[in-house]
């Protein structure tokens, strides 16, 4: 496999060149960048060649901080203390802290959020949440999930995942997408299946939002139909907030956002601030139709993702993340469409807080911008994710992103993209 190269970039070229000679290219989602990374702060992103990006990917929506956020890594020292790293045969305070801290960040919002399973990745916690609901009716074998979702790649999140499923058991109903259809429309197909599949279904599991898929934001009373219709037919809701929880959306989680109360929700990402953690917090009895060992394995809950999760909801409490989101969203969102006016081959924004999708004309055009915002102006750039669904830029920046920092990456883009054919 050719590694990609940029031009005027010897070091970070010869670092490419090393991975692309060693590593598996299925390790790494394609990105026509290849940054090579040197050091990050804050919002931006340093290359091997002293070249300075703004980050508006955060990673991909984990370090919502930012980078190297000074409380934050003060405060995980501290939390870290002198505990071991691993603690799967052992009990730490700090988890301890970390799963009351989870639940008490969500009980006003969601009362039935009572009792905490730690996984070590987004994926494992998607699983362990279905997991639950699969344990509770052992009867119960069908699952339902929204189409074109993305909840991981792995075990029963892959089966969930878009469009289609090799699990015979999984059954994809309808999100608003292009087209927003009347609620009776969605009403009826979840009828449909429940007069299918009487006593016989689990869960229903969803995003908040499509993200992967080229972000798609639907209008409020979607998921309450979708929570209405799990209550009268006793299916767990599961709402899948790996990506959207800690701020994305202009509230800590975006069940408030869409003002509904799920069974269990499933956090990733931005618990740990780059630290790998994921959690499901829900009801105490789905949780607990795990027994010992169903739900365990050796990284999940150490103590270092549950001292990067308590030092992140400091953080938030501190400085107020959540209400620094909601207001600079306007800002963003005003400067998206601007580059719909000013850009033909920019199509469309979607989003809210701060996690949009900008949907271009095409994938070639995608790319293209994506290169040329990482080219930049005068050593200055902005860093993308690859193009989602082919042709959608997702913006989705560090969470203490400021008003100036958004207007200087903009100008960088206005001038950047008059490249762009
Ligand atoms: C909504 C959502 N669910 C689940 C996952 C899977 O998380 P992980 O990659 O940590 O397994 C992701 C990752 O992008 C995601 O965006």
Redesign the pocket.
């Given at each position: 496999m050719t590694a990609v190269q940029h031009s005027g970039e010897p070091k970070s070229n010869t670092i490419r060149q090393r991975l692309a000679a060693i590593e598996g290219i299925g390790q790494r989602t394609y990105t026509p960048t290849q940054v090579v990374v040197k050091k990050a702060k804050g919002v931006i992103l340093e290359t091997l060649e002293g070249r300075k990006l703004y980050d508006f990917t955060s990673g991909?929506?984990v370090t919502n901080l930012g980078h190297a956020h000074p409380r934050f890594e003060t405060l995980y020292q501290q939390y870290c203390g002198e505990l071991p790293r691993s603690s799967y045969n052992m009990v730490t305070e700090v988890e301890v802290e970390a799963s009351e801290r989870i639940i008490r960040s969500m009980k006003h919002g969601n009362p039935k959020a009572e009792k905490v399973l730690w996984a070590a990745?987004?994926?494992?916690g998607?699983q362990k949440a279905m997991w639950c609901a699969l344990h509770k009716h052992p009867d119960r074998p069908i699952i339902l999930a929204t189409r074109y979702g993305?909840?991981?790649k792995?075990g029963l999140?892959g089966d969930t995942t878009g469009c289609q499923s090799s699990n015979p058991n999984v059954r994809f109903i309808s999100f608003p997408m292009y087209e927003e259809k009347p609620e009776s429309f969605y009403q009826n197909e979840l009828d449909t299946l429940a007069a299918e599949f009487p006593n016989k279904i689990a869960l229903l599991i969803t995003?908040p939002y499509l993200?992967?898929a080229g972000s798609f934001h639907p209008p409020k009373w979607y998921h309450k139909l979708l929570q209405r219709w799990c209550e009268a037919h006793d299916v767990a809701f599961i709402f899948?907030e790996?990506?959207s929880c800690h701020g994305r959306t202009g509230n800590m989680y975006a069940f408030e956002t869409y003002d509904v109360q799920p069974d269990l929700v499933?956090l990733?990402?931005g618990l740990g601030n780059g630290e790998p953690a994921?959690a499901v917090a829900g009801r105490a009895d789905l949780i607990d139709a795990l027994t010992y060992g169903e739900a365990s394995d050796t990284f999940s809950a150490n103590p270092r993702a549950c001292a990067a999760a308590c030092a992140v909801f400091d953080v938030f409490e501190e400085e107020g993340i959540v209400d620094h989101c909601r207001a600079v969203a306007p800002v963003m969102r005003e400067k998206l469409e601007s580059l719909v006016e000013r850009f033909p081959f920019a199509k469309a924004v979607r989003g809210e807080g701060l996690v949009y999708g900008l949907e271009m004309s095409d994938k070639i055009t995608a790319e293209r911008c994506v290169l040329e915002a990482y080219r930049g102006i005068d050593g200055m750039g902005v860093h993308f994710l690859g193009p989602l669904a082919e042709k959608v830029l997702r913006v989705s920046p560090p969470l203490i992103i400021t008003e100036k920092d958004i207007n200087a990456a903009f100008d960088i883009l206005y001038r950047a993209w008059q490249r762009v054919g």
């Open positions: 991909v929506l990745s987004g994926s494992e998607i993305f909840h991981g792995k999140a995003e993200g992967a899948d790996v990506q499933v990733g990402k994921a």
